[in-house]
Each structure stands twice: as structure tokens, then as C-alpha cells.
């Protein structure tokens, strides 16, 4: 048992501490640097140069142009955007009318797109993902129509891990010239994302995913798609998001993009070890446990399970008091929890998929911490199985 | 290692200081907070849980730098004290959630959570005093605030639950515990303090009735004990036993709700002399020794939250009941809610006041059973 005073922490798919080297980066621009970027005079111009430099650095990371990249407050704010701002130019450019969405999204994206169409009179079908939470491209094929304004489909599933085939996907969207959007924000530490390989038309990223900064994230917007914009005010960003941009946030994000894509693979491989370490430790040890999402088509960092007969955020209490950090699918801190959408979506029972639990390794993660996460986790298992036969 | 204790917290200023003061003693301390049942679409306005007193919860457990946990109880409260609570209603009885929730939801459920976290105690904010000696039973005393006391909704406690419990408040006053507040600094709910149930959200209890068990609201006869109908009532959930107001019959000397019977879906009325009893039986007992006394003793009772004590005989009879017969004549016994056993402030049991029989056959059985 680990001491709960220095709890270790396996949940980077929650958040992630900041890299020390993009704080040295966002420092000047606090104080020193703190113009306004719109400003004619040399305090805006400095600030302007370090938002611009950040920008070119990112694209050139996504081997996209400057000018597709546009910075939000982050992956919610990118979702909301892609979806909103393309499901309304849709509607006004060509009258088209329906959402495809797959049903294993974030609720950035999925409340989002309920929205859409309970307040705004989008027609909204869903995707259904496979048993492992995977989106396969046949089922895309199969409801794109001529008035799709917008797809999206997630690249890496925040509660299962599972990674989907989003470069096949976009060709047949691109074959149809409907946008697609997909939401990079769990992909973006632990995979290469190359928006011209991928083929994608909107990708949204969160910094504090990929150790920057919290409440800054950024959308890839294609050349040529058509977005209106979801907040309206001054021409800051392409005239698609208004108000003054967070110079120092984005320029650390750009320094914490390029430093995990600029080392994704070795990073993959150490992770994955990590992971394999977890994913089958909990398995031979934890007796009526199931892995949820694809077995090899994961996120590098990513392990979940299902419990048969626990309740998620009880296990996690005792986690937390054993000193692990992990979350759940149904992660709730307001003690109100319900199945997640996701799980349920992949058509696991309530009662399974109320016990689940995620565990996400990162950069800082070392194996002797997995051996005792492996250690204590059997037994506390079994206590939260006890309090629900109580 | 310290020894770890859990304290329910509510954001309220009692659990906060608890918390303050049991941490303050060396004990390694956890916040955990009940999310308790609403009805659906009225969750904001459950008294013990609102969003607001869970921040504030949260608020205090970061200043004391101590781990916080929202526990889900809300299907145990909704299966067992709301079930509770309408059966009671709906077998005529006026039934008291709060004794339900304590034994089965938080000295219960969030005492095996507490357990199960490595806790040797769990402690609440409650204005109780627990005397504990090695090798004892731990017994349970009246608060020395006299008018926080809440040693009434405590009677339910168990000995295997009270060998858990720890009150930190029982010695102080609220003044006392007020002020402790203050020098810390620690926020607290700005929500004045309420009797209403928790789940009521501040809304009469009628108007739940009405929505969750509506075929309780039947209108019925109004009666006097000779049986002759006076009037008609609204039905039996809207009257309390000892009411006066509003029963709508017009007679030159007021009445009083007797009895509601059930059965008949009658009220029974009467005058202020057939209000005043002096038996009662109590059934469902719980003593927090464990055992039940053997022979008659004479203690003082408390037959409600807000009652004052009053002297009387306690006879045990069988199956976990007891008759209490009180030195003076009592107004207002209300079947469901619980009659309290106290001798010199300690807290011998208590159990829940059972309908009386019909009154002319009532002195024979209660003489049989007494004798039995």
C-alpha cells in the first residue's frame, strides 16, 4: 500500500501536471510581455510576434497552415465551435439539416449535438460503435446523406481508450464534401496527429491533456470549411472567435504540443509497457473483471475495466484512501452517479457499468508504482463488493 | 498512525467544527457528505444536500486539509426512509423519517463506508454526549446545550453502533460551538436551521402526500367517540393528533383530534378533557445497553423532538415492546413517532408509540399484556 500522504497519481486522463519547460515559456508574457496582441504599438507588437510564432509552431506540428488554427479555451469550446459553427453554415449555405454523431462522444460533443436538435431543429443520428467502442467506417458509409452538415466521431474514446479509423472515415466524408470533426483531446498526448494524413476537415485539442496549461485548447479548421462562429464580438481569430487571445496559455500550449508529438513514439513505447503492466495485472488478479474497449486498438496510456457488483466512486474512495489516484465512467464528485452513456452505448448492463474504473498512466509514472497499485487493488475491490451486498 | 475518523459533514457549522475539533485532538479526519434522495427535479432544494452546503462542505475539508467524499445514498434513503415514511401515512400513523434515517442510513450505510475507509469512528455533528469506559458499553446522555439536544433522534443507536459513534459537540452550547466557527474561519451554510424533513424541500409534507401516495388524501367522517358524525374531513394525512384548528365543526366548546382510525378512514374528535392520556405502549424498542430490563422502573419519557420530559412507570411486555404509564396525564401521544426513555439525562431506549385500541377495550388488554 502506497502512503496516502504522496498518493500516486494514474489518472493523466483527467488532466496532467504542466511540463516545467512550458511554464519557463509562458512566464515573460504575464508581466513583461503583456500586450495586447491587436495593439498597433510594441507592447502589442511583442505579444502579437510570441502568438503568432506560437501559432505557426503548432501548425507546422499538425501539418497544417497558420491560418487553420484557431484558439479556444479548450477541448469543449473547440467541440462546440466544429459542431455548431458548422451544423449552422451548413444549414445556411446548402439548407442542410442533419447531425451524424457517433454514441460513444464526449458530452462536449454529444450534449452538444442533443442541443442541436432539441432547440435548434437539427436532425440528429447517431453512430452506433461496436461492442469495443469503435466506430467502423461501413456504419458511417451507411447514413451519410446528401444533407449532412456536419459528422463527428471521436479519435480516441476519453472512457475506453478505444482509438477509431478516422482516416477512412474522412475519405468518405471528403467523397461527399461533408465536414468531419473529431475530437483530439485524449488522442493529443499519446498519438501523431498530422491533420493532412488523417484527412480530417475539424480537430479539437485541450492543452492540459498533453501537460500545458488548463482552460486553452485550439480547433483545426481546413481550409474552405465554413464555420459560424459560436461568439460573437471583435475580429480576433480568423473573425471565428472573438475576444483578446491568452497569449502566454497558448504560447505554452504550442511548447507542450511540439514537446509530446515531438516524442510520441518513444513515449508510446515506454507508456504502453505501463499499461500492458496494469491491463494484465487486473485481469489475473481481480476475479469477474472485463476489459472495456478494443485490445489493441487503445490509447497507449489507457486501461479501463469493468467490476461485476461495485459501485465506481466507492471503489475509487477507497482508492484514493489507499492512496491512488484513478477515475471512473461514471466519475461524479457530487455522489449522484448514473452509467455512462458511453458504456451503456456499448451495451453493457447498468449493473456492469456502474463499476468501472479507469486508469491512465503518464510521463511520470514508473512501473514499482503499478506493482503497488496491483497489489493493493484485489482487496479493495472486494471491500467495495462487500458494502454493496451490505 | 493516528486513529482515523470519518465525520459526516453537512457544509453546516455543527459537522464543520466537529471536524475542526476531532482533528484538533490528533485524530486523522475524513469528510464524507451523503447524497441524500430528492424528488426528481427538486434536487436543489433537499435541506441536507443542496449543491451550496456540498461546496461549503468541501470549502471546510480543504481549509482542515482533510480528504472529502460525496457518498450516493440517495436509493438506501429513497428504499428505506421515503418507503418508511408513506407506509407510515398510509397505516394512519405519523411517522418520523429522521429516527429511520439515522439507524438505517447514516449510522448504517455511511458507518459501513466510514468502516470500509479504514475508519475506527465515525462522528456527526450532533448535540449528544457519549460516555465511554474500557470494557463498557458506551452510553448515550442528553446534550449539556439542553435546547440542541438531539439525544431524541439518536435513540434509535444500537450498542454496535455507538461502540463507532463519536459526538464532539455533546459538552458544548451552540454559542460555544458559534464562536469555535468563527476563530477558525470557517464558512458555513447562511440557510437558517429547519425542522422540515430533508426530502420535503422546504414544502409542506401534505403536498408530497398528495403527488407520491394520492389515495391518502380521502375525504372521510369526522366522529366523537359515541361514533355520531360531526363532520367531514379533508383526509386523515392533513390532521395531527391534538389539533385544533381547522377541523370546521362549529359547537360551543372546541375540538380536538383524537385519534385518526385507519380503518374507517375516520377522525375521531373529542374535547379537551379526552385529549390528556396516561398509557401508551411503544413497540419496535431499541435499548442502547442491548438488553431489554427485565423488571418495571420508573424513568422520564419524551414522547416528541420538542416534548418536555415527563415521570413514569416503563413496564417491558414481550416482543420488544413496552407500556409507560406517566405520572400525570400527557396530551398529543402520536402513534409513529418515538416515545425516548431517559433516566437522569442517559438515553435508556426508545421505540415508536403504537396506535391505542379502541378506548373502552383498551384498559383490559393493556392490563393483560402488562400482566402477561
New interface residues.
Given amino acids: 500500500m502506497s502512503d496516502p500522504k504522496t498518493p500516486i497519481y494514474l489518472d493523466y486522463g483527467a488532466t496532467t501536471p504542466m511540463d516545467e519547460r512550458v511554464w519557463q515559456v509562458m512566464q515573460p508574457f504575464f508581466s513583461q510581455d503583456f500586450g495586447n496582441p491587436s495593439s498597433v504599438h510594441a507592447f502589442g507588437q511583442r505579444a502579437e510576434a510570441g502568438l503568432e510564432a506560437a501559432r505557426r509552431d503548432m501548425a507546422a506540428q499538425l501539418n497544417a497552415e497558420p491560418g487553420e488554427l484557431i484558439f479556444t479555451s479548450g477541448g469543449t469550446e473547440s467541440d462546440n465551435l466544429a459542431l455548431r459553427g458548422a451544423a449552422f453554415a451548413a444549414r445556411a449555405a446548402r439548407g442542410a439539416n442533419h447531425i451524424l454523431v457517433s454514441n460513444v462522444e464526449h458530452a462536449a460533443v454529444a450534449r452538444n449535438a442533443v442541443q442541436l436538435a432539441d432547440s435548434h431543429g437539427f436532425e440528429l443520428e447517431l453512430i452506433p460503435a461496436d461492442q469495443q467502442g469503435q466506430v467502423q467506417p461501413e456504419e458511417v458509409a451507411a447514413r451519410l446523406r446528401e444533407d449532412t452538415a456536419v459528422v463527428s466521431v471521436v479519435m480516441a474514446n476519453n472512457e475506453v481508450g478505444t482509438i477509431n479509423p478516422i482516416t477512412e472515415i474522412a475519405a468518405l466524408c471528403r467523397a461527399r464534401y461533408i465536414p468531419l470533426h473529431t475530437d483530439a483531446v485524449q488522442a493529443g498526448a499519446y498519438l501523431p496527429i498530422n491533420v493532412q494524413s488523417l484527412g480530417v476537415d475539424l480537430l479539437s485539442l485541450g492543452a492540459h491533456k498533453f501537460y500545458g496549461p488548463k482552460g486553452i485548447g485550439a480547433l483545426y479548421v481546413s481550409e474552405g470549411i465554413k464555420l459560424l462562429p459560436t461568439q460573437a464580438g471583435g475580429s480576433h481569430e480568423e473573425g471565428l472567435r472573438a475576444g483578446t487571445p491568452n497569449v502566454p496559455y497558448i504560447v505554452g500550449m504550442a511548447q507542450a504540443f511540439s514537446l509530446v508529438q515531438g516524442e510520441t513514439e518513444a513515449r508510446a513505447t515506454t507508456l504502453r509497457s505501463l499499461r500492458d503492466q496494469v491491463i494484465n495485472g487486473v485481469l489475473k488478479s481481480v476475479p469477474d473483471a472485463q476489459l472495456t474497449g478494443h485490445p489493441e486498438q487503445r490509447l497507449p496510456n489507457h486501461a479501463s475495466f469493468l467490476f461485476q457488483g461495485v ?1 465506481g ?2 471503489l475509487l ?2 482508492l ?2 489507499a492512496g491512488f489516484a484513478c477515475s471512473s465512467g461514471s466519475a ?6 448514473e452509467p455512462s452513456e458511453i458504456l451503456t452505448a456499448m451495451g453493457f448492463t447498468r449493473e456492469w457499468a456502474l463499476g468501472s474504473l479507469r486508469v491512465t498512466v503518464g510521463i511520470h509514472t514508473q512501473p514499482d508504482e503499478i506493482e503497488a497499485f496491483l497489489t493493493a487493488l484485489p482487496a479493495l475491490v472486494e ?2 463488493r ?2 454493496e451486498t ?1 | 498512525m493516528s486513529t482515523k475518523v470519518v465525520v459526516a459533514m453537512s457544509g453546516g457549522v455543527d459537522s464543520s467544527v466537529a471536524a475542526a475539533l476531532l482533528q484538533r485532538q490528533g485524530y486523522e479526519v ?1 469528510g464524507m ?3 441524500l434522495w430528492s424528488e426528481p427535479g427538486r ?1 436543489s432544494h433537499n435541506r441536507c ?1 443542496t ?1 451550496e452546503s ?1 461546496g461549503i462542505a468541501r470549502q471546510v475539508a480543504g481549509q482542515l486539509g482533510i ?1 472529502f ?6 436509493e438506501s434513503f429513497r428504499s428505506t426512509v421515503v418507503e418508511y415514511f408513506l407506509e407510515g401515512y398510509a397505516s394512519g400513523v405519523t411517522p418520523n423519517p429522521c429516527l429511520a434515517c439515522n439507524r438505517h442510513i447514516r449510522w448504517e450505510f455511511l458507518l ?2 466510514a468502516l ?3 475508519a475506527e469512528f465515525m462522528a456527526t455533528g450532533h448535540y449528544v454526549r457519549l460516555q465511554r469506559e474500557p470494557g463498557q458499553p458506551e452510553r448515550l446522555f442528553e446534550a449539556v446545550d439542553q435546547a440542541k439536544d438531539q439525544s431524541y433522534v439518536l435513540s434509535v443507536l444500537r450498542p454496535d453502533q455507538l461502540r463507532h459513534a463519536l459526538f464532539p459537540l455533546g459538552d458544548l452550547t451552540k454559542p460555544e460551538v458559534r464562536a469555535i466557527a468563527a476563530e477558525l474561519n470557517l464558512p458555513a451554510a447562511t440557510s437558517k436551521e429547519s425542522q422540515d424533513l430533508c426530502f420535503l424541500g422546504g414544502e409542506d409534507y401534505r403536498a408530497f402526500l398528495q403527488r407520491n401516495a394520492p389515495q391518502l388524501g380521502a375525504p372521510g367522517p369526522i366522529q366523537n367517540r359515541a361514533g355520531e358524525v360531526l363532520g367531514e374531513h379533508s383526509g386523515l394525512i392533513h390532521y395531527t393528533i391534538g389539533q385544533r384548528k381547522g377541523l370546521g365543526i362549529a359547537a360551543p366548546e372546541p375540538f380536538y383530534v383524537l385519534e385518526k382510525d385507519q380503518a374507517q378512514n375516520a377522525l375521531i374528535v373529542g374535547n379537551q378533557d379526552e385529549l390528556g392520556d396516561r398509557e401508551l405502549s411503544a413497540g419496535q424498542m431499541n435499548w442502547t445497553q442491548g438488553a431489554a430490563p427485565s423488571e418495571p422502573f420508573a424513568a422520564d419519557v419524551k414522547i416528541r423532538y420538542k416534548a418536555t420530559k415527563a415521570p413514569a412507570q416503563i413496564s417491558p411486555l414481550e416482543g420488544d415492546r413496552v407500556h409507560i404509564r406517566f405520572d400525570d396525564p400527557q396530551r398529543g401521544f402520536t402513534p409513529g413517532q418515538a416515545a425516548v426513555i431517559y433516566r437522569e439525562g442517559e438515553v435508556l431506549g426508545g421505540g415508536l408509540i403504537e396506535a391505542a385500541p379502541p378506548k373502552a377495550a383498551r384498559s383490559q388488554v393493556q392490563l393483560a399484556e402488562a400482566l402477561a
Fill in positions: 459501485d466512486n466507492a474512495m477507497l484514493d484512501g461524479c464528485k457530487t455522489g449522484d452517479p471491500k467495495s462487500a458494502l451490505a | 475524513i457528505m451523503m447524497r434536487e444536500c449543491p456540498m480528504p467524499y460525496a457518498v450516493n445514498a440517495q459501513e463506508r470500509a475507509q479504514g
